[in-house]
């Protein structure tokens, strides 16, 4: 388990989970890396809890690939791409996570990625509080986008998915 670490200023990301790792980062500070803060690919599925993402290069949290696992917690702000970034065929579990002052998206679902955003907020990004492009299809409940340039939720593309409850305002 990676607990109370600052990893910044690194030529890669702060940390990446590989392969088929699993494990758990709790209450962590991610800054000013040249990629992601936390990058998870392959089919690592972590536990992310309680991290604080921001002001790196690319995204605050990106699961690639096949990547699963589950984001509960974290603040992902003022990032330079976006906030969560899910692409590939990633499904990963969001929830409860702050995606603040990025400069594209909160959460950004590309490709085939699919998952669960649940009870995230998403605001004041430069662009949408959640965008679902490509073929991606996740599952969007209770999050509060508000405060963006663009649209709280925007579907793009063939893009698909379930959203219910969410308040864009």
Request: hydrophobic share 30%; charged share 15%; glycine share 14%.
């Amino acid at each position: 388990d990676l607990q109370s670490n600052t990893c910044e200023n690194n030529e890669e990301s702060g940390i990446a989970y590989f392969d088929d790792a699993k494990g758990q980062a709790v209450g962590n500070y991610f800054r000013k890396n040249k990629k992601s803060g936390i990058e998870i690919t392959g089919t690592a599925a972590p536990t992310l809890e309680n991290n604080i993402c921001e002001g790196n290069e690319a995204a605050g949290i990106a699961y690639l690939q096949n990547a699963k696992g589950q984001a509960v917690g974290n603040q992902c702000r003022t990032n330079k791409m976006n906030g969560i970034n899910v692409q590939g065929s990633a499904a990963p579990t969001l929830e409860n996570n702050i995606c603040e002052g990025n400069d594209i998206v909160g959460i950004a679902y590309l490709g085939n990625a699919t998952g669960k955003a649940s009870g995230n907020q998403c605001r004041m990004n430069n662009y949408h509080g959640i965008s679902v492009q490509g073929s991606a299809g996740p599952t969007l409940e209770n999050n509060i986008c508000e405060g963006n340039e663009q649209a709280g939720i925007a579907y793009l593309g063939n893009a698909t998915g379930k959203a219910s409850g969410n308040q864009n305002r």
